[in-house]
C-alpha cells in the first residue's frame, strides 16, 4: 500500500519570499507523483508531476519539485510566491501497477501575506 | 482545450435520498474514477471504471455507491441512499493510457 504524508498542514509566508511545501510518501513498489494545487472552490489543477529522468521538475507558476528516492521525498518549491499562490498544494502518488489510482496527501494551506 | 465536466456544481438533498452526479470525461479517455473530499479533508480515492467494469474499488465505496457509463460519454456516480455523511466534493477524473489523470471542477454534494 502507498501513503504520503504532508507534515505542514498551513504555511504563512510573505509575498515575494521562497517556499518549500513538504511531501513525503511510503510505497512497496515504485511510484510516479505529482502535485495539484486547489484554489478556493475550484477543482485539482496539475502543477508538476515526476515519472522518471531527471530527479528536479519544473511545472507550471515558477514551481518545481525534487524526487529523492533515498528519502522518499518530493518537495515542492517557488523561489519567490505572490499573492496569488495563495490555494491547498496536494501532493499526490500513483503506483506503476493496477489501476494507477491516485493516493493524496492530506494537504498544505499555503497563504501568502502582503 | 479538451477537459472534463460534472453537473451539478452543488447538489442538496434529504437523508435517504438518491442522487446522480454526473462526468463528462475528455473524449478519448480510457479510464476513469471518482474520487471525494470531505470539508477539510484530503482526497480519497473511491472507484476507477475501465472497460465498463469496476476495476477498483476502496472501503468507501460500499453497495449504497454505483458508477455507470451509459452512453460512451457520461460517467455517472449515483449514491442510493444518501447518508450526512456523504456530505463532500465529489470529483471525476479521467485517462488516456499514460498515467496523468483529468480532473473534473467537482461536484459539491450537500446532504441534510
Known amino acids: 500500500a502507498q501513503s504520503v504524508t504532508q507534515l505542514d498542514s498551513q504555511v504563512p509566508v510573505f509575498e515575494e519570499a521562497p517556499v518549500e511545501l513538504r511531501c513525503n510518501y511510503s510505497s512497496s513498489v515504485s511510484v510516479y507523483l505529482f502535485w495539484y494545487v486547489q484554489y478556493p472552490n475550484q477543482g485539482l489543477q496539475l502543477l508538476l508531476k515526476y515519472l522518471s529522468g531527471s530527479t528536479l521538475v519544473k511545472g507550471i507558476n515558477g514551481f518545481e519539485a525534487e524526487f529523492n528516492k533515498s528519502q522518499t521525498s518530493f518537495h515542492l518549491r517557488k523561489p519567490s510566491v505572490h499573492i496569488s499562490d495563495t490555494a491547498e498544494y496536494f501532493c499526490a502518488v500513483t503506483p506503476l501497477q493496477g489501476t494507477y489510482k491516485y493516493i493524496f496527501g492530506t494537504g498544505t494551506r499555503l497563504k501568502v501575506l502582503a | 482545450e479538451p477537459e472534463v465536466t460534472q453537473t451539478p456544481s452543488h447538489q442538496v438533498t434529504q437523508m435517504g435520498q438518491e442522487v446522480i452526479l454526473r462526468c463528462v470525461p475528455i473524449?478519448?479517455?480510457?479510464?476513469f474514477y471518482w474520487y471525494r473530499q470531505i470539508l477539510g479533508q484530503k482526497v480519497e480515492f473511491l472507484v476507477s471504471f475501465y472497460n465498463n467494469e469496476i476495476s477498483e474499488k476502496s472501503e468507501i465505496f460500499d453497495d449504497q455507491f454505483s458508477v455507470e457509463r451509459p452512453d460512451g460519454s457520461n460517467f455517472t456516480l449515483k449514491i442510493r441512499s444518501t447518508k450526512l455523511e456523504d456530505s463532500a466534493m465529489y470529483f471525476c477524473a479521467s485517462r488516456w493510457t499514460d498515467n496523468e489523470q483529468f480532473f473534473g471542477p467537482g461536484t459539491r454534494l450537500t446532504v441534510l
Open positions: 473524449s478519448n479517455h480510457l479510464y
